[in-house]
C-alpha cells in the first residue's frame, strides 16, 4: 500500500469546543448540506452513462466539508468563482438544484442558458457569479470584482475556489500581489486535493513548501486547515471574512482535501496508475460526511430518526430535480445569439 499523500487532520477530536459555539440548527445544516451535495452527485454519477448529459463532470465527492464549510461561512450577498469542479460550491452556495441539473441536460432552462454545462455553473440570485474551466482563469475575475466592491463602498466579500495545479499559474499571483497592495476584500480558497489531473503534488511543486507559505510570502493572512473537518473550514472562513469586512484585506486559505473519483466523468480512475487505490481507500476512512454525521450522534445533536429524515428529503428532491430536467425544453434556434452580447 503506498499512501504518499497522508490525512493530517485529527478527525473531530477537539472539537467539542465547536458545539458550543454553534447552535444544533446550524450545525445540523452543515450535515445536510454535505450529505446532499454527496447524493447528488451519487445520482449524477449513477445516470451518467445513459448519456443525456451533455457535458463533462468533474465529481466533488469527497470534499463536500470544502464546499459547505467555506459557503456557509459567506452571505448571500457575498460572490463566489470557481474553477472547473464546481457543483459542491454551487450548491453550497444556494444554486438551484433543477437549474444545474438542467444544464446538464442541456435544457432551455439550465442555469446557464445549456450555454456552459457542469463546469459554468452560475446562479446570481444567491451569490454564484459564475466559474471558468481555465486553470486560474477565475482568479483574475475574483480579485476584479473585490477591486469594484473595495471602490464602490459595497458590502460583499469576493471568494474563489482554486486548486492546487491554479496555485502554478502566474495569474494567481499576479492577483494575490495586487490584492494584498490594495487591501482588497477577497478570500483565495485553494483546495488541495494533491493531483492536476493525474499529476501528483510531488511532481509539480519542490517538496516541503507548502501552497498557504507561498500566499503568506505575498503578505496575505494565510493557514492551512484540514479540508475534511467542516467545522474547522466554516471558522477559517469565516474568519477571513470579518478581516476582509474590516479592511483588513484579503485571505489564503488551503484546505487539503482529497476526491475519491477521478478527475473528470464517472468511477475511480486509479486503475491507470497514478495513484494506489489503497490511498483512495485510505482516505476514504475519513469520510467528511460520515464522520461529521458520527460527531455529532456522539454531541447528542443528531439521532437516527433526523439522518432518516434527512435522508429522504434529499432523495425525494433529487427525483423530483432529475424528472424537471428531463422533461424540460430544448434550446430554441432562435435564440442562439442571446447572451452572446451585452450592452
Known sequence: MVINFPYQGSDFDSC???????????????????????RIEEAIEGKYHEDQMKTPIHLVIGQEAASVGACSALRESDILYCGH???????????????????????????AGSRGGSMHLLDKSVGMAGS???????????????????????????????????TEEGA????????????LPIIYFC???????????????????????????FGLHSVQVDGSN???????????????RRGEGPSFIEAEVYRWRGHGGAGDDSHTGYRDPAEVAYWQKHCPVEGY??????????????????????SDEISEA??????????????????????
Open 16 to 38: 467539542d469546543e465547536f458545539v458550543e459555539r454553534h447552535d444544533a440548527d446550524f450545525l445540523t445544516r452543515l450535515l445536510y448540506s454535505m450529505l446532499r451535495i454527496r
Open 85 to 111: 469542479r464546481t457543483h459542491g460550491a454551487y450548491l453550497a452556495k444556494g444554486g438551484d438544484l433543477k437549474g444545474m441539473l438542467s444544464e446538464f441536460f442541456c435544457r432551455l432552462n439550465g442555469c
Open 132 to 166: 471558468s474551466a481555465i486553470v486560474a482563469g477565475a482568479v483574475p475575475i475574483a480579485t476584479g470584482a473585490a477591486l469594484s466592491a473595495q471602490l464602490r463602498g459595497d458590502d460583499y466579500v469576493s471568494c474563489v475556489f482554486l486548486g492546487d495545479a491554479a
Open 172 to 183: 494567481v499571483w499576479e492577483s494575490l500581489n495586487f490584492a494584498a497592495l490594495k487591501k
Open 191 to 217: 483546495e488541495n486535493n494533491f493531483f492536476s489531473v493525474c499529476t501528483p503534488l510531488e511532481e509539480r511543486q519542490p517538496a516541503g513548501v507548502a501552497i498557504y507559505k507561498k500566499a503568506a510570502a
Open 230 to 244: 467542516v467545522l474547522k473550514v466554516n471558522e477559517a472562513v469565516a474568519d477571513a471574512v470579518a478581516r476582509a
Open 293 to 314: 454525521a458520527d460527531f455529532l450522534q456522539q454531541q447528542g445533536v443528531l439521532n437516527a430518526l433526523q439522518r432518516a429524515a434527512m435522508e429522504q428529503q434529499i
Open 322 to 343: 432529475f424528472l424537471h430536467a428531463e422533461k424540460s425544453p430544448n434550446p430554441r434556434k432562435e435564440d442562439l445569439y442571446t447572451h452572446a452580447y451585452c450592452d
